[in-house]
């Protein structure tokens, strides 16, 4: 037996050897509280230094004696207790000692290290008092903070959809649904949340924010709602309210915002999904009757996907606008499409799409339009119009500016989109989690109930990272539409570049979540009565809603590597280059050695690192990219084929971009945070997430480079670590999305 000095360390040291959980550094922290420890003797203090030489381990035979030592002693492992390890430890000494007071030391080791019950409750042969969660972080706090200003919005909200109204079920038959679903929307609509982004004089609050915020929390309603929702008051109302006029605003704005007038959005056509500047539709000025004629060309010229295409009695129509035989570019016009008895009216076709993966309770639909005719009044005319006398004017002369500013004002609904896409991403982690902080499986002791989910490794690999991600992209989000919403900056085109790359990531990311989620749920995650499945049918379209994302990728990679024109001869592009080169100056330098294999844990998780890695990636990949460009111009070829070559490229710089940008904004939002618990959680978050997005393009970093073997396998390590430090927070974390109780109907997510 070990004398009590030396036995009160036994545990420790038996977890550090057999879980690996230090490295050359953290040994340092033990040695400094072995060398502080008044208790100990100079023997004492001897013979545990020896133990801590990681070219000279413990013998295998050694480690089995500490574990018989400690398991023999009988003594619970109680999970709730604020510092379990080192509690643990002292209890193991008063087994065998009578005296055993409580060591500061090993307080010391127990938090510098992070040692975790989920680090050790499998090691020894004793009886583990499990902890489910811990209550250490406040949700409640938590939510506020995520909140932010728009808590008021949020929290009334939150009590409205708690009507029995709005009880989540399941739906077979998708005329029903979308009865259900249209009945749901008027309901939102008359409570006055349709017109909250509408100005105070129609209804409204000006409040996009708080919309947007509200667009998420639909989620935790049904995807179909939140869709069919965005559609009548984001799309269709949107476009009046962005595109058109003082009259437009007048005659139509209150009654899209309380759903009296029941509208879709009219743009995307099949034979041109994405490229809405080539639509083939047209709106043909009359100048006889004064009058503007809408009309689908071809077969596949007409309008599809049309969400509120089936209950609508309006549509916001883009079509190419021909005047006096000249084209102007796309406008929005504004069709009727039905009668006092919903009977569509002469020359207008409507066929349902039918049944889809999901989004069943949405009514979306195919359009054509026979030479309709509609008042020349109905055209959008904030940045176009057609004057009295016949003519077209605008104040932007340029029509790719026209064109880039019209649609710059929808940018709001990319980020709506990807804000429920978060919301769902959300819904399904608190499923997956909670169902794991139940459910138990294997064990190698039939004397000790089965693990929780949430005690493996593995399970809390797949699921915590998603949950840091969700939190950095929450953040970012929110900045993202108060930059959209500040009306000092009216030119919108960063923002438009942000949201484009933003929308992309975010929505990915909440498809590999949900599915991720599924699968951790196993054959209950299969199961539609528990949300996941719906979810995954749901948001698995918002990939390709508001812009397809690889679409989008490339729109943002194009805006990163300069604010150039549509097209840009040789000597121009040069310019742009050498902009790049000078930022690059200092960033492209080969990485010192030592750097690339810097393991300690200062540096992995100090923010600065983050942001260097995250920097250096989205500019390694502008520089090498602008040089393949000019490269192939150089040869000869134009610019359209050129870039056409690189598109690999684009996608990989897009990506890239968009992933500092969400990181940044929450590192800085992080900053400004006050000092104190929640601060470091939220900070805990932030690395988690930034090693996790370094980790998973490694093969790129250490291509270039930038790390080597020895730092990719440390921060994959930290990762895992960070991972299991995080685990008895989970639930509250989860919690902190304030999903309210009504909606988490799924039965494998009650207590």
Known sequence: MYPSGILQYIPFFYIIWSDNLVTASELNVIQSAINIDESLSSEEKKQLQSWLNPKQPPANNELKLWKNIVSNSGVKLIETETYPLTSFSQKVVCEYFEMCPFNDSLKHIEINLGIQPNHYNHLFDVEVVHEITSNYYDANEIDTILKGNNATVVDAFREVIKDDIFKWDIHRNKEEFREVVLHQTKFLAQKGYGALAYPEAYGGAGDMEGYAHMFENMMFVDGSLTIKFGVQVGLFGGSIQKLGTKKHHDQYLSDAGDASLLGCFAMTETGHGSNVRGVKTTATYNKETDSIVIHTPGKNDNKEYIGNALHSTMASVFAQLIVNGKNEGVHAVLVPLRDSNHELFNGIKVEDNGYKLGLNGVDNGKIWFNQVSVPRENLLNKYGTIDDDGSYHSDIKNPSKRFFTMLGTLVGGRICVARAGLGGAKMALTVAIKHALKRRQFN??????????????????????????????????????????????????????????????????????????????????????????????????????????????????????????????????????????????????????????????????????????????????????????????????????????????????????????????????????????????????????????????????????????????????????????????????????GIPASCLSAPIAKS
């Open 444 to 737: 190698d002791s039939i004397k000790i109930q089965e693990d929780l989910l949430m005690d493996y490794p593995s399970h809390q690999l797949r699921l915590t990272p998603l949950v840091a991600s969700a939190y950095v992209y929450h953040v970012t989000l929110d900045k993202m539409m108060t930059d959209y919403c500040d009306e000092s900056k009216p030119d919108k085109r960063v923002v438009e570049t942000q949201v484009a790359g933003l929308k992309s990531i975010i929505t990915w990311y909440a498809n590999d979540t949900i599915q991720e989620c599924r699968e951790a749920c196993g054959g209950k995650g299969y199961l539609i009565e528990n949300r996941i499945a719906d979810l995954k049918g749901d948001v698995d379209i918002f990939t390709t809603f508001e812009g397809d994302n690889t679409v989008l990728l490339l729109l943002a990679a194009k805006g990163v590597l300069s604010d150039f024109k549509a097209e840009f001869n040789s000597a121009g592009f040069s310019s742009v280059l050498k902009l790049i080169g000078s930022q690059l100056s200092d960033k492209l330098t080969t990485i010192n050695p030592i750097y690339s294999n810097k393991v300690d844990k200062e540096h992995l998780y100090n923010p600065k690192f983050h942001a260097h890695a995250l920097d250096y990636r989205t500019r390694r990949l502008t520089y090498t990219l602008a040089m393949r460009i000019r490269g192939y111009i150089k040869k000869g070829m134009p610019s359209y084929q050129a870039f056409m070559k690189v598109q690999t490229h684009l996608l990989a710089l897009g990506k890239a971009y968009a992933a500092e940008l969400a990181y940044l904004t929450y590192a800085d939002f992080v900053s400004e945070m006050p000092e104190g618990k929640n601060k470091i959680l939220f900070e805990q978050l932030g690395t988690l997430h930034a090693l996790s997005e370094i980790r998973k393009d490694a093969e790129w970093y250490l291509e270039q480079g930038y790390i080597g073997g020895v730092k990719s396998k440390a921060i994959r390590q930290r990762v895992e670590r960070l991972c299991t430090e995080l685990r008895p927070h989970i639930e509250v974390l989860v919690d902190g999305f």
